[in-house]
């Protein structure tokens, strides 16, 4: 044909008036088109969607029905109906007799046919029985050739009407290889031919499918969008008249093509219902049922009643081209009215899930299944399929059942985003694992590792009504600290879990509560300057903090279909963190004390010793220490380093704690070696001294992120308590026990508690002046042969006393005699232990002393 060919038969009486074709209610709209107002089951409106989307997303399980019953018992009917209409009425125009080409012309654009209504009256054995009412007038006001538009109101003035018989009209597709679409047989009809009288047509006929094979070819391209334009061509043998006068029978044939955007699309459809819950199947075994219902809008003068259909849910396997039956579906009857929503209910079955379904695809962590739910869960509409059942109820027509189950229609099923699902997250019985120094970088241990109980609130969407048991879960998350990213926490391994379902009320959706014991998971510090301000807020804060988590969880679930795993489901929530303190001077709450020390090395300037030391955790938390070695200072200068090994820290009292120090004060110079010199002597004349605790940059091997952000930190406390040997508290918090002076030999013996229990010291050098009253001299003991210091008490040799003679002091020794007084010393000494000498001052006060002759 000429390029009339393209343009659409069926136009509105809005063409008339001069209007672009754009506008008209024919070929171009589809029969379905989108129900924006509609709510849908989540609360959104579908947007609108170009071509193909829409032919994706016309079906969504009950949508199927729909979808379907149109493309079977509507598209091609509707196409055959209309299309053998318009070329009837053209071809007895045109061809009715002897006339000239313009009279022709002008019928072909003269010619207006509006339907009015397409209702299907009956599906029968052999195809269908619908009802078409439509209008035909000739409008020259459309034909643009004034010479055309005068010869033809002219030659259909006197003709004025035409009559035809019964005829046949055979419908084909010349495109391929004439295959045959199907057939309608059309009553006798009476046309009037003056321009803008109006013919109404109303009659019934019964269209025929043709070549089943063929016609499902050309719906699978329609549906794939490989369909660019659909030539149809019309033949018949029409008997015709005039009035009473016969006019033969004449052999027509007309053709017409439907460009792409002019064939009626998909239509879009809301989902406003969406009820899944689980059913007694065979035997005693459960099914699960999904209760859908789709709504849509029927733009169009189409009415029809569908039967209930079965149809069968397909799923992607792993081959995209291999599909895996799910479900099978029945819908309810349908009615379609004009110009109005249609809604379809949709009822699917699920009695099992195929091993095809959940089992990992080659070369592939993931099943199907995983695929399908992680497209739900991120909210992205997941593509299932709907065709026929194989096993249609005994009621379907033959042809029906067949073409149904030939087709296959991709479906758009919306998502639904699960983010905010966690209402709460809370954890208890946190014990902390510091990394193991001789793991491989790439060993979880090189980490340090969180362990505890996990208890989470999950919501259970509305539409989520079966039982699930939550078995086993494992997790990797982002941990943030007001917006700022903390760290990793990856859980590869299951771990153990149990639920419990909380039914809705009407302040509070049906939730799930999750509880689960997470061991040793490993935690990843990616920012120390977060992690230090984390550590500065749990040491001096005294409220918790509230770590925010983003994770994806994997999920183990009992359902009644068996055991399922959802995998990267999205959770966030936030996770408050207790503080260390326990109120202000909470450091004073660690009481640390040394209970025995043993040296191990020495050199000229260090001394390299074990202690057992007894401390209190104030804290709620609980942690492992594989390895830890921090710097000791005061006044911000280094004095030793001590390493802790292999400890399990425990609330409350931690007894025998095993530390390796290694004290060397002149690491920082001659500064050093003085400040630590007076921190000594200060130490063991009882004055209270405090130590500074520092992390460093090799505290923990392998964690310089951590040893950084540690290393801004320092924690100042009280220098550890010796425990020395005696009988009261008053015994053991002295060096110097007590003492005897011998007045007539002017010499005095003093008792020693020495803190080592296994090592011996040497006093070199002693200059001790000894004070009655505090500031009345006494005498002075100046001696340079060294002398021992064993384990436990002793008693010194007799040292020598230079009396102060007439002094307030010696008076006092004198009135003594054979009693007791309370002296005070000061003294210089040297000491040494092995190879390390120091010189140290000391100052005792309230020194109890015997006085003999």
């Not at 009486?13 to 989540?42: I, Q, V």
């Not at 079965?310 to 992607?316: R, W, Y």
């Not at 899930?353 to 695809?361: G, H, K, Q, V």
Request: net charge negative; hydrophobic share 40%; glycine share 6%.
């Amino acid at each position: 044909m000429a390029s009339d060919e393209t343009s659409p038969l069926l136009s509105t009486a809005a063409a008339t008036k001069g209007k672009s074709a754009d506008n008209n209610s024919g070929e171009t709209t589809p029969l379905l088109s989108s129900t924006t107002d509609t709510p849908r089951y989540d609360g959104d409106n579908d947007e609108p969607d170009n071509e193909a989307a829409s032919i994706r997303s016309r079906l969504s399980d009950g949508s199927s029905t729909q979808s379907l019953k149109k493309s079977s018992s509507r598209r091609w009917p509707s196409f055959i109906a209309m299309g053998v209409l318009g070329l009837m009425v053209i071809a007895i125009i045109a061809l009715a007799y002897i006339v000239p080409d313009a009279v022709q012309e002008y019928a072909k654009q003269a010619a207006v046919v509006e339907p009015t209504s397409l209702s299907l009256e009956s599906i029968t054995a052999d195809g269908l029985r619908a009802r078409i009412q439509a209008t035909f007038r000739l409008d020259g006001a459309r034909v643009a050739n004034d010479h055309v538009r005068r010869v033809g109101k002219a030659a259909t003035w006197v003709a004025n009407q035409l009559g035809t018989e019964e005829t046949t009209i055979v419908v084909t597709l010349p495109d391929y290889k004439d295959l045959l679409l199907g057939t309608a047989a059309i009553p006798p009809l009476l046309i009037h031919l003056k321009d803008g009288d109006v013919t109404n047509f109303d009659f019934v006929t019964d269209i025929v499918p043709g070549n089943m094979e063929g016609i499902r070819s050309i719906a699978n391209e329609w549906l794939e969008g490989r369909l660019d334009k659909v030539r149809l061509q019309g033949k018949a043998d029409l008997a015709l008249k005039s009035g009473l006068l016969p006019l033969g029978t004449h052999s027509v044939a007309e053709s017409l093509v439907f460009e792409a955007k002019k064939i009626p699309a998909m239509p879009q459809y809301n989902i406003t219902r969406l009820n899944v819950k689980d059913v007694p199947g065979p035997g005693d075994k459960q099914s699960m049922l999904a209760e859908v219902s789709i709504v849509a809008r029927n733009e169009y003068p189409l009415e029809l009643n569908v039967p209930e259909l079965a149809f069968e849910i397909l799923v992607p396997g792993c081959d995209t081209d291999d599909l895996i039956v799910i479900a099978d579906a029945v819908t309810s009857e349908i009615f379609v009215k004009p110009r109005s929503s249609v809604q379809a209910d949709v009822h699917g079955i699920i009695r099992e899930l195929p091993d095809s379904l959940t089992r990992d695809c080659p070369d592939s962590k993931s099943s199907p299944l995983d695929i399908i739910l992680k497209q739900y869960m991120q909210g992205e509409p997941a593509t299932l399929y709907v065709r026929g059942s194989s096993h249609p109820d005994g009621s379907t027509p033959r042809w029906v059942a067949e073409l149904l189950s030939s087709v296959t229609l991709p479906v758009a099923f919306p998502g639904k985003s699960l983010d905010g699902l966690i209402r709460n997250f809370s954890m208890s019985d946190v014990h902390f694992t510091m990394p193991d120094p001789f793991a491989d970088p790439d060993d979880p241990a090189s980490n340090p590792t969180v362990s505890g109980n996990i208890l989470v609130t999950a919501s259970l969407p509305s539409e989520m009504n079966f039982g699930i048991n939550v078995t086993k879960v494992r997790a990797s998350a982002d941990v943030y600290y007001k917006s700022d990213k903390l760290g990793e926490l990856n859980l590869k391994k299951w771990q153990a879990a149990n639920s419990t379902r909380v039914e809705e009320t009407k302040h509070h959706e049906a939730s799930l509560n999750i509880g689960a014991r997470i061991h040793e998971a490993p935690f990843n510090v990616t920012n120390s300057s977060v992690f230090t301000t984390v550590i500065q807020q749990l040491y001096f804060g005294n409220k918790p903090i509230q770590l925010a988590i983003d994770a994806k969880v994997d999920v183990k679930v009992d359902t009644s279909l068996g055991q399922l795993v959802l995998k990267e489901v999205p959770a966030e929530g936030m996770i408050p963190v207790k503080p260390l303190s326990t109120g202000e001077g909470w450091l004073d709450d660690l009481a640390p004390k040394i209970r025995s020390l043993r040296i191990l090395d020495t050199t000229a300037t260090s001394i390299t010793l074990q202690a057992l030391v007894n401390v209190t955790n104030p804290t709620p938390y609980t942690a492992t220490v594989p390895y830890v070695n921090i710097h000791v200072l005061t006044n911000d200068t280094i004095l030793a380093d001590a390493t802790v090994e292999n400890v399990e820290v425990v609330k409350g009292d931690n007894t025998d704690i095993l530390v390796t120090a290694t004290w060397d004060p002149t690491r920082s110079g001659k500064t050093g070696h003085q400040i630590g010199r007076d921190l000594i002597s200060q130490y063991l004349s009882g004055f209270n001294t405090s130590i500074t605790v520092k992390a460093h940059r090799n505290s923990i091997p392998g964690q310089p992120i951590i040893c950084e952000g540690l290393s801004k930190f320092n924690l100042t406390l009280a220098a550890p308590k010796l425990e020395l040997p005696g009988r009261t508290p008053e015994e053991r918090s002295h060096f110097i026990r007590d003492a005897t002076f011998h007045f007539f030999s002017s010499t005095a013996t003093f008792t020693l508690a020495s803190p080592l229990k296994f090592n011996t010291m040497y006093i070199d050098f002693v200059n001790a002046t000894a004070f009655y009253n505090h500031t009345e001299e006494i005498g002075r003991i100046v001696r340079d042969l060294p002398f021992e210091a064993p384990p436990g008490q002793s008693t010194t040799p007799r040292l020598p006393v230079e009396w102060s003679v007439g002094s307030v002091g010696y008076d006092a020794v004198k009135k003594a005699l054979g009693g007791t007084l309370k002296l005070d010393a000061r003294a210089n000494v040297d000491v040494r232990l092995g190879n390390w000498r120091e010189s140290v001052w000391y100052i005792g006060r309230g020194i109890g002393a015997r006085v003999g002759l």
